[in-house]
T-cell receptor, first 115, second 117 residues
Framework: AQKVTQAQTEISVVEKEDVTLDCVYETRDTTYYLFWYKQPPSGELVFLIRRNSFDEQNEISGRYSWNFQKSTSSFNFTITASQVVDSAVYFCALSEEGGANNLFFGTGTRLTVIP | EAGVAQSPRYKIIEKRQSVAFWCNPISGHATLYWYQQILGQGPKLLIQFQNNGVVDDSQLPKDRFSAERLKGVDSTLKIQPAKLEDSAVYLC???????????????FGAGTRLSVL
């Protein structure tokens, strides 16, 4: 059975600090996809990144970077030089190839960036 | 490009009443999803449509929840009768394709926040 764990319920950082959000997943499929979504106070889930299980290359997009390690079943997300606009709830999610493109979400991490 | 549209944004009803939510997906997206997000939790899939057919409704409480996607575009999710535990945000998402052959990205609407009193 699939499972996504985000152990950090809430994180607070001061603006310009770096912060890492942890995500650990469980799946029996050899082919799967991992996602990060951002949910600002407006409520809409905003897609950030998708990674497939065969691509362990780390990715950087501006201030955002992602570290995928199959050996530890982790897909962590780092925000460099955090800004107030980064304040939101961040969700990690898993989709298995054997499924129907269904997303299984973690419980989310609420990030608060203090000015 | 317009995103996923949902209405209403907020709804307050009393238990045992009925309520309906509407979703208009991104133009050209064949697959539509309804999720329930209870406060403090991640979204949980209720039902998935591929065009106007149901792909997965295994998590839909069919004794009180129903959904349809007539003509393969807009969709409506209904709760009848509502219970206190149905208080949640109902999110609609769409993707270009779905199923095992397409690992498509799901794009979400802003959701409808339902409060059942």
């Amino acid at each position: 059975a699939q499972k996504v764990t985000q152990a950090q319920t809430e994180i607070s950082v001061v603006e310009k600090e770096d912060v890492t959000l942890d995500c650990v997943y469980e799946t029996r499929d050899t082919t799967y996809y991992l996602f990060w979504y951002k949910q600002p106070p407006s409520g809409e889930l905003v897609f950030l990144i998708r990674r497939n299980s065969f691509d362990e290359q780390n990715e950087i997009s501006g201030r955002y970077s992602w570290n995928f390690q199959k050996s530890t079943s982790s897909f962590n997300f780092t925000i460099t030089a955090s800004q107030v606009v980064d304040s939101a709830v961040y969700f990690c999610a898993l989709s298995e190839e054997g499924g129907a493109n269904n997303l299984f979400f973690g419980t989310g991490t609420r990030l608060t960036v203090i000015p | 490009e317009a995103g996923v549209a949902q209405s209403p944004r907020y709804k307050i009803i009393e238990k045992r009443q009925s309520v309906a939510f509407w979703c208009n997906p991104i133009s050209g997206h064949a697959t539509l999803y309804w999720y329930q997000q209870i406060l403090g939790q991640g979204p949980k899939l209720l039902i998935q449509f591929q065009n106007n057919g149901v792909v997965d409704d295994s998590q839909l409480p069919k004794d009180r929840f129903s959904a349809e996607r007539l003509k393969g575009v807009d969709s409506t999710l209904k709760i009848q009768p509502a219970k206190l535990e149905d208080s949640a945000v109902y999110l609609c998402a769409s993707s270009f394709r779905g199923g095992a052959s397409g690992r498509n990205i799901q794009y979400f609407g802003a959701g409808t926040r339902l409060s059942v009193l």
